[in-house]
């Protein structure tokens, strides 16, 4: 079973910068597609970005793209996002989700999903 865990949300200005990470605290990952998405109060739930299994591919929203990065450490069970440039509207509860593929993953099919973790961008 997979068991994802989000962390490294938090308050920060805008012009700043986190880096969240998830962690699967079961079996490796490493044959996994993983991804990042975003939920704002009364909005849908949205793709950030996503990453290929061996970490050869990513897929950016044009919303982030040139301020945010995804990166994977299959060795540690571990995908990141670090998010610089933040800006009041990043403000959202951010999910870390996997899904069994070796194909690369822009849309919401995805099977596991982290409890979120929230990330406020002050102005």
């Known amino acids: 079973q997979v068991q994802l865990v989000e962390s490294g949300g938090g308050l920060v200005q805008a012009g700043g910068s986190l880096r969240l990470s998830c962690a699967d605290s079961?079996?490796?990952?490493?044959?996994?597609?993983m991804a990042w998405f975003r939920q704002a109060p009364g909005k849908e739930r949205d793709i950030v970005a996503a990453i290929l299994w061996s970490g050869g591919r990513t897929y950016y929203a044009d919303s982030v793209k040139g301020r945010f990065t995804i990166s994977r450490d299959n060795a540690k069970n571990t995908v990141y996002l670090q998010m610089n440039s933040l800006k009041p509207e990043d403000t959202a509860v951010y999910y870390c989700?996997?899904?069994?593929?070796?194909?690369?993953?822009?849309?919401?099919?995805?099977?596991?999903w982290g409890q979120g973790t929230q990330v406020t961008v002050s102005s």
């Open positions: 079961g079996r490796t990952f490493s044959n996994y597609a």
């Open positions: 989700a996997a899904r069994r593929t070796y194909s690369l993953v822009t849309s919401k099919n995805y099977d596991y």
